[in-house]
């Protein structure tokens, strides 16, 4: 509980761009790869960009050109720039790390998710 937190959710109208950021333990935040995903009413939970420990990024077809994954190790954050949003991107979205096998604890880690919401 309470080891990765998300913010920068809100009321955007279509076309316009939002910055979220996702903030870890220090402990663990710099060995992690970081995915975002997001889930919708009766949709299924997707990632939408994810990017790895040594900074390997990946975006899916559906948000490709307009969603960005960076990392900032320092600040133990990691972000997610979206632009040119759609209404049907509006969801809750969600910050995980992913653990090596070696970590004590457990492998995952979730955020509680911010809200994005793209009014037409």
Known sequence: ???LAESGGGL???GGSLRL?????AS???ISDIGWYR????NQREMVASITMDGNTYEPDSVKGRFTVSRDNAKNTAYLEMSDL???DTSV???NAKLPSWW????AYWGQGTLVTVSS
């Not at 950021?21 to 333990?25: P, R």
């Not at 889930?39 to 009766?42: D, F, G, L, T, V």
């Not at 004590?104 to 492998?107: M, S, V």
């Open 39 to 42: 889930q919708a009413p009766e």
């Open 93 to 95: 979205y969600f910050c």
């Open 1 to 3: 509980q309470g080891q």
């Open 12 to 14: 955007v109208q279509a």
């Open 28 to 30: 663990f935040f710099s």
């Open 21 to 25: 950021s996702c903030t870890g333990s």
């Open 86 to 88: 759609k209404p049907e």
């Open 104 to 107: 004590p604890g457990q492998k």
